[in-house]
Structures are given as C-alpha cells and as structure tokens.
Nanobody
C-alpha cells in the first residue's frame, strides 16, 4: 500500500513560481510511476507531469507544458513539482498519484491510464 502526502500549497501571486512536494511511503516505489494532477472546481482532473519508473523519463500535460518540472530524490521518496508563471486559472487542488506500472507514464496522459494511489491533495490558490 502506497501512502502519498502533498505539501506546499497555499496562496500564490500571479506570475510567481509554485513548488509542491509529495512524500511517498509504504512500498518499494522503484516499480511505480508517479504523477502530479490537479482539479479545479467544476473541471475534470488534469494530468500535469509524471515520471516513469522504467527510465526516469517524463511526460507533460498539454496545458502546462513548458511551465512545469518534476523531480525525484535519489531514493524516490520525495517528488517535487515546480511550476512557473502561475496564472489565475492554475487555481486548483493539486494531487500526487502513483501506480505500479511500466507504461502508465510513458503512454502519456491522453491515454487516460488510471493511477491507483492518491494523496489527499493540497489547495493552490492564485490571487493577488
């Protein structure tokens, strides 16, 4: 069983950068793809970025491509999300998610692969 805990949300100024962390535990995450998603009120959940366990490659959601980065520590315990140029429409609950798979991330978010484990989410509000 994988446990995921996000941190770092809160109020962000427009144009500023966001940094979130996801602390993972409960399993050997070497076999898990890890991703960041977000969901704004009244909107569908949206994939932002993921890291593939097979080769460390990343895939990006179309709406945030070029503004978002994801990193993992060497032990694959803490996964960070960084996003530049925050906009009002980036206001959402941000989630960290995991799935035991060798293809979930590399297929890309458009494929819609289901992630099995989710954190509780952290609210990010972009406002001046």
């Amino acid at each position: 069983q994988v446990q995921l805990v996000e941190s770092g949300g809160g109020l962000v100024q427009p144009g500023a950068s966001l940094q979130l962390s996801c602390a993972a535990s409960g399993a050997d995450l070497e076999d898990y793809d890890i991703a960041w998603f977000r969901q704004a009120p009244g909107k569908k959940r949206e994939g932002l970025v993921c890291i593939a366990n097979v080769d460390g490659s990343k895939r990006y959601g179309n709406s945030v491509r070029g503004r978002v980065r994801m990193s993992a520590d060497s032990a694959r315990i803490v996964f960070k999300l960084e996003m530049d140029g925050m906009r009002l429409e980036d206001t959402a609950v941000y989630y960290c998610a995991a799935v035991k798979s060798r293809v979930a991330c590399t297929l890309g978010f458009e494929f819609g692969y289901e992630y099995d484990y989710w954190g509780q989410g952290t609210q990010v509000t972009v406002s001046s």
